[in-house]
């Protein structure tokens, strides 16, 4: 099974959604606080089952691998053809596109380990000694919104696989170009003579 452009789209747009369905269900899953259980000169916080955490680092992880094939698949050479990285950076919409996907990713991998980590310290640690403590969780709001990014990273990366694709058939058409001018040129040039209709 050969590696096509459409094949790497699809395994980037497929693990973009699964990042995108489990941060939005890490979120929806998160409690929105726990129950203090007062003890001596401690507050215990009983947190609810919560899965939150758990997709939360499953959608980081789905977010990371449809990072590293979107990169890969821009810089793979299908059909055995490879293409210098400064071709493809040549074209301008390119060079925007790979940068805005990259930013993306890192900024939907900072909301989703943000909440998910924090989240994971307040299981954890729900001993505590400050006797006015209200078990907090982490902040709302920042798994799902971290989920959209999440998918818009995915986008990004297919746009930016889009306009490696263009790039790459230009390169291959001026190369085509070149080489026919090379070895199959005919050259017409007219040169007056002397005496001789011209």
Not at 116 to 125: G, N, P, V, Y
Not at 161 to 171: G, P, Q, Y
Request: aromatic fraction near 12%; charge should be neutral.
């Amino acid at each position: 099974m050969a590696v096509t452009i459409k094949r790497a789209a699809l395994i980037v747009a497929f693990l973009g959604v699964l990042s995108f369905i489990f941060g939005v269900i890490a979120e929806n899953k998160k409690p929105a606080a726990g129950t203090r259980i007062s003890g001596k000169d401690v507050v215990i916080c009983k947190y609810p089952s919560d899965p939150s955490v758990v997709l939360g680092y499953l959608s980081v992880a789905f977010l990371i691998l449809s990072t590293i094939v979107g990169y890969w698949s821009l810089f793979y050479p299908y059909k055995g053809k490879s293409v210098s990285h400064s071709v493809l950076f040549r074209s301008t919409s390119f060079f925007v596109f790979f940068n805005i996907a990259l930013f993306t990713g890192g900024l939907a991998a900072t909301l989703l380990l943000w909440p998910t980590i924090t989240e994971h310290l307040h299981l954890i640690r729900n001993v505590h000694h400050n006797l006015t403590t209200d078990c907090p969780t982490a902040k709302t709001g920042l798994l799902g919104g971290g989920a959209f990014v999440s998918l818009d990273s995915a986008l990004f990366w297919l746009v930016a696989l889009m306009l490696a694709d263009n790039a790459r058939e230009d390169h291959f058409d001026e190369v085509e170009k070149d080489s026919k001018a090379d070895h199959g040129q005919v050259l017409t040039d007219e040169y007056p003579v002397k005496g001789g209709a011209v």
